[in-house]
């Protein structure tokens, strides 16, 4: 008999399976891509479905999150994801090598009701199949534990179930619309998009060594949200369980919503999205269950539409208080995307973490100061049928103070990965999906890159 992980696993790739060959039958024309890359659904008073990042954030108007749209029994569909294969080498005494894969797929189904829209979600990733459970080698990342120890030096994989959930958004007047959201799976209203949702590092497979400072609550099993918004202007509250998933990837970790959190969103023009949030969360930790965590959120998300292409950039800022001491992180990064061709992605991030965090309880409690540079580029060698598959390289230099020298062999050790990365192809409303000549009076007009 197949157990409940084979089970789990087998609905995932059947669903990724599914959204794959929705792609492909959806491209087989050109016209049917022509009407797909015009495909604009608004929200309620008139805000752009493209807006919406991870859970209930939102990204700024210009940018876009490769995804493909179509109608089905009165449904609006959407499908997007990504999916990479690489090797990941991390130098050092503390360093690892990794042949694995990072994935994930997600469907919305959106649909009138009773005056307002209703959004259904999953998303779902194999990363637990793909880098086994104590994830891929990161240097000087932190966050959650296997077989009763802290994970340090690697990324945990995400879980099967990342997003299942439903949002309801009405209008109230013609200024101001409310928004609830209710997840088995999904995220509070706290940080910014999470970091394979935003613009500016979504074909960037690796997560930031500040993830747990910043949008790591975007996997939470036990969400409900609350909020009214503008066309420019959101205010949110969210009661959730914040405790982080565990080391079985396959199921639903769910407990009693023991935390809370706010966020103020602003989006003033259509380039800029501007968050700040609080959070309290009651036991985060399985490690230490009575020890709460208060994390404080702001992040500047910033975005400019190119004809075949576009450029985000991010600056997140997020800091813990745990057990009365603070630490700080702060990250910047950016992506462009150039045209067909080619991507280019970096990011530069200041993290404080503990010697319990890094495992080094042997060093006293001091936080030390780290940091981190990369940047990593794409090169596209396939595109079809609505999707497009890229080569690329990421190289990596991880600071860290004297006194870590000795523990990593080096102030400056580095990593590198190589990878290959598939991905549905970027559209704007009103852009060709494959070029056509120059002056060809059949080219379809390529539209402003304001959606106001």
């Known amino acids: 008999m197949l157990s409940t992980y084979q089970v789990a696993a087998a609905a995932a790739l059947g669903v990724l399976l599914l959204s794959a060959s929705t792609l492909r039958s959806q491209d087989h024309d050109h016209a049917g891509m022509a009407m797909d890359s015009q495909h ?22 210009e940018t876009v999150v490769p995804s493909r749209h179509f109608d089905a029994f009165g449904w609006d569909l959407t499908t997007h994801g990504f999916g990479f294969v690489q090797y990941n080498h991390q130098s050092g005494p503390r360093g690892d090598s990794q042949f694995g894969s990072l994935n994930w797929g997600m469907l919305m189904a959106s649909h009138r009701l009773a005056g307002g829209l209703l959004q259904l979600r999953t998303m779902l990733s194999l ?4 880098v086994t459970e104590r994830g891929y080698p990161l240097l000087l990342q932190t966050g959650e534990a296997v077989d009763g120890e802290r994970l340090f030096d690697r ?3 995400h879980d099967l179930f990342m997003e299942l959930s439903a949002l309801y ?16 799976s999904g995220e509070p209203a706290l940080g910014p998009s999470a970091f394979m949702h935003r613009p500016s590092a979504m074909d960037d497979p690796v997560a930031p060594i500040g993830h747990h400072w910043q949008d790591a609550t975007h996997i939470t099993f036990g969400v409900l949200t609350a909020g009214l918004f503008g066309q420019r202007w959101k205010v949110e509250g969210s009661l959730f369980n914040s405790r982080e998933p565990d080391q079985e990837r396959w199921d639903f970790d769910l407990r009693k919503l023991d935390s809370y959190s706010g ?38 998300l910033w975005g ?45 991030e200041f993290v404080q973490k503990s010697p319990d965090d890094l ?15 990369s ?17 690329g390289v990421r190289a990596s230099v991880s600071l860290i103070p004297r006194s870590l020298e000795p523990t990593y062999g080096s102030r400056t050790p580095v990593g590198a990965l190589v990878f290959v990365r598939v991905r549905p192809l970027h559209f704007k409303p009103g852009m060709p999906t494959e070029p056509a000549p120059a002056n060809s009076p059949t080219s379809p007009p390529v539209a402003p890159p304001h959606r106001h």
Request: hydrophobic share 40%; glycine share 12%.
């Open 40 to 61: 604009i659904m608004m929200t309620p008073l008139e805000i752009p479905m493209d807006r919406m990042g991870s859970g209930t954030t939102w990204i700024p108007d």
């Open 127 to 130: 990363d637990a199949a793909g």
């Open 155 to 157: 990324q945990h994989p």
């Open 169 to 184: 958004l009405r209008r109230l007047s013609s200024r101001v619309g409310m928004q609830l959201y209710g997840a088995i």
């Open 263 to 300: 966020r103020l969103t602003l989006n003033p023009s259509a380039a800029w999205s501007l968050t700040a949030g609080y959070g309290y969360l009651k036991s985060p930790e399985a490690l230490e269950p009575d020890e709460p965590i208060k994390r404080i959120s702001a992040s500047a």
């Open 304 to 348: 400019r539409a190119r004809q075949n292409g576009q450029i985000g950039a991010a600056v997140v800022y997020g800091a813990n208080v745990h057990g009365g001491t603070s630490t700080h992180s702060v990250l910047a990064e950016t992506e462009a995307v150039f045209d067909r061709s080619h991507t280019l992605f970096g990011r530069v």
């Open 359 to 373: 495992g080094l309880e042997d060093l006293g409690d001091e936080a030390f100061n780290i940091g981190a540079f």
């Open 375 to 391: 940047l990593g580029a794409i090169r596209e060698v396939i595109r079809g049928n609505g999707v497009t598959m890229g080569v």
